[in-house]
C-alpha cells in the first residue's frame, strides 16, 4: 500500500492494521468452526498401562 498508492508510512500503517483485522477474523472463525478442538490421541494402551504402574 505504501508504494501502490502512494501512502507513504500511513500505507504501511493501515497494512498492518487491516492484516491484523483479516488474521483475527480468520482465527475466530477457525475456532468457531474448525476441528482444532477434537482430540488427536485417545486413550493408548501405553497411558493406560503407565497409569496402571502408578497404582
Known sequence: MAFTLEMASMGVWLAIA???II???????WIKH???AKAV?????SQSAFCEKRK
Do not use: F, P, Q, T
Request: proline share 0%; charged share 10%; net charge neutral.
Open 18 to 20: 487491516i492484516s491484523n
Open 41 to 45: 490421541m485417545e486413550g493408548s494402551r
Open 23 to 29: 488474521g483475527g477474523i480468520i482465527a475466530i472463525l
Open 34 to 36: 474448525g476441528n482444532w
